[in-house]
């Protein structure tokens, strides 16, 4: 299935950010080429990390930030036997909405048989007094495989003289995986008003930063969780989780400060990443 969003002759220029890629085998490996991009969304082409047959592309919205009531479309397609790793180049940054718009990050992935996407975006901070509506779905066809991560912080913690943590108006967040057409893996995190927002901060228990990893692979062999598990027990975090449930790996951790997030993530991948795509985890350059 090709994923192809078309633009809207309404969308206000410069409000709605649109980029369609789609990844495919040409001269013996995987190129990305861009079907079509809608500003403040940027082309910057990609790269070779790693010296292989894996393009890394860096995702860049020029805007620096969602303004209420931002849009920001992502559609990707990786075709049959491709593979590609996409992060970006700085957090995502939710302003204040005053009016009660909201701001929309949406992020909608096809991966076809046999093919990789590992997904390494850097956190989102939603700011004093935004409104927050993030929805990533990663669509997998059976035999392909995934590594994504998702950091969720406070708010801008060492802002000021005292911060700027939970103190956000609405937060929708919901990242779905679904494996040959059925959901193998929904989590949604929802706050909404003061109260909830204030229960978030208690259930994050000191925490700043919340981390959600989600790995799958038709051929995860026996205690990769246990690895995982070893892992966090020396990474930067508060509280730390692993669930296994057949070809699903799922992380969650809590940190405190945003490098601390990073590392963590970093650990896992350095755990997984030989696992379903066959090299070591090193880091991702960004210049």
């Known amino acids: 299935m090709t994923l192809r969003i078309a633009p809207d002759p309404e969308w206000i220029i410069g409000k709605h950010a649109l980029l369609n890629l789609r990844a495919m085998i040409r001269n013996g490996r995987t190129e990305i080429d861009p079907h079509s991009w809608r500003i403040p969304y940027q082309w910057q082409g990609y790269h070779y990390q790693d010296h292989d047959d894996q393009p890394f592309i860096l995702l860049l919205n020029s805007a620096g930030g969602f303004v209420e009531g931002d849009v920001a479309e992502l559609a990707v397609t990786l075709e049959p036997g491709t ?8 957090a995502s940054r939710f302003y204040k909405c005053l009016e009660g718009a909201t701001s929309r990050e949406l992020v909608t992935v096809s991966v076809g048989e046999g093919a990789l996407f590992e997904y390494l975006p850097d956190e989102a901070i939603p700011f004093a007094d935004s409104i927050v509506e ?12 995934l590594f994504a991560s998702d950091i969720i912080a406070a708010g801008r913690i060492h802002y000021g003289t005292s911060g700027e943590a939970f103190v956000f108006e609405r937060l929708f967040s ?27 901060r208690q259930h994050w228990a000191g925490a700043n930063h919340m981390i959600t990893i989600l790995a799958v692979a038709p051929d995860f062999g026996p205690g990769l969780e246990d690895q995982c598990h070893a892992a966090l027990s020396t990474a930067p975090v508060i509280r730390a989780g692993v669930t296994r449930m057949g070809p699903l790996v799922v992380v969650r951790a809590l940190t405190i400060e945003t490098y601390e997030a990073h590392e963590t993530v970093y650990a896992i991948w350095e755990v997984l990443r030989p696992v379903l795509a066959g090299k070591a985890a090193r880091p991702i350059r960004k210049n």
């Open 83 to 90: 593979r590609m790793l996409a992060t970006g180049t700085g």
């Open 134 to 145: 993030r929805r990533t779905l990663l669509d997998l066809a059976p035999t392909a495989r």
């Open 174 to 200: 919901e990242i779905e995986v679904r494996r040959g057409g059925r959901t193998i893996a929904l989590d949604r995190l929802i706050a909404s008003g003061a109260a909830e927002v204030q229960a978030l």
